[in-house]
């Protein structure tokens, strides 16, 4: 579990794709500290585990599944990703819980700059509109966000000056892809309906 609160941005060193796992080398300092070999660590908001430590790098290995599922398989050498360490049960969660378990590909659709920040309008699937709220959270690139407005396929974010220089929003542009993982109350909330008809 995790909690959207990103913690550093590290630097893909490499990435080997292979038939069956790749290898995701990242370059990173903080998320060093406390980890181990077997760890969870959100990359971009997907839950990875850690196979290697080797400081100032870290690896990971990545399913063929998730990298359709997800950016990852879109990552180029140096790129900037979002790292957080999994919650520790005794911490403030300053966020909301995340799984690491992507939904979907979101687009960025419009970016736009206001006195109040930047705002993001990112289009998604018809099928995933009820899980997203207004008002409520959802976790883009392993984010975490409130939904400002929902629209007919899409819905928009706004990010404060810190958030966006201190995450991978900062590169994003219009068309690029970004990881969404829903609000799991709202998927929680959706499936007890279903299942009580």
């Known amino acids: 579990m995790f909690t ?3 913690e550093e941005l590290g ?3 490499s990435f080997s794709r292979r038939a069956t796992f790749s290898l995701l080398e990242v370059d990173c ?3 060093l500290e406390d980890t181990k070999i077997g760890d969870s660590i959100s990359v971009n908001g997907v839950c990875l585990t850690v196979i290697e430590k080797k400081s100032p790098l870290i690896d990971f290995e990545v ?6 599922k997800s950016n990852l398989g879109k990552l180029k050498i140096n790129a900037p990703v979002n790292l957080e360490r999994a919650l520790k049960f005794n911490d ?3 966020g909301h819980f995340i799984s690491g378990h992507v939904d979907y590909l979101g687009v960025i659709r419009k970016k ?3 006195s109040e920040g930047t705002i993001f309008e990112i289009g998604i699937p018809a099928e995933f509109t009820p899980f997203i709220v207004a008002k409520g959270s959802v976790a883009v690139d392993g984010i975490s966000l409130t939904v400002i407005e929902k629209n ?3 819905f928009t974010v706004g990010i404060i000056p810190h958030t966006l220089n201190n995450t991978t929003l900062k590169v994003k542009n219009i068309s690029d892809t970004v990881n969404i993982e829903c609000d799991m109350l709202a998927k929680f909330a959706k499936s007890a309906l279903e299942n009580s008809k």
């Open 4 to 6: 959207g609160i990103i």
């Open 11 to 13: 630097k893909v060193k």
């Open 29 to 31: 300092e903080k998320i």
């Open 63 to 68: 399913m063929p599944e998730t990298l359709k």
């Open 92 to 94: 403030r969660v300053g």
């Open 112 to 114: 736009s700059q206001t």
């Open 152 to 154: 007919a396929g899409s």
